[in-house]
């Protein structure tokens, strides 16, 4: 069983940064992937970034954060990081992290198996 607890979120105004922190626990393996996903008010949840820990750290992204957001992952503490600068208000969502050992052709699928609770963000404008 994994188990997943982001932290980070809180309230900022636009132009700032947040960082969000997904501490995992549990036995995943050695090759697995991770992502962030959002999931605006009244809206479906959507992928953001993505980390593929079984491809040397293949990343991707969501068209609307490039350039923006930065994953990242510390494999000692076993916590997946995603740096969000220049923050807009439509970046407000509630973000959840995700983790799993199977392969797809998208990092970005709903797909995965162990989610967290997930931390609120929002940003005013």
């Known amino acids: 069983q994994v188990q997943l607890a982001e932290s980070g979120g809180g309230s900022v105004q636009a132009g700032g940064s947040l960082r969000l922190s997904c501490a995992a626990s549990g036995n995943i393996g050695r090759r697995y992937r991770m992502a962030w996903f959002r999931q605006p008010p009244g809206k479906e949840r959507e992928g953001v970034a993505g980390f593929d820990n079984s491809a040397m750290g293949r990343t991707v992204y969501a068209d609307s954060v490039k350039g923006r957001f930065t994953i990242s992952l510390d494999n000692t503490k076993g916590t997946l990081y995603l740096q969000m600068n220049s923050l807009k208000p439509e970046d407000t969502a509630m973000y959840y992290c995700?983790?799993?050992?199977?392969?797809?052709?998208?990092?970005?699928?709903?797909?995965?198996?162990?989610w967290g609770q997930g931390t609120q963000v929002t940003v005013s404008s």
């Open positions: 995700a983790t799993d050992s199977r392969w797809w052709d998208s990092l970005l699928t709903l797909e995965y198996l162990y």
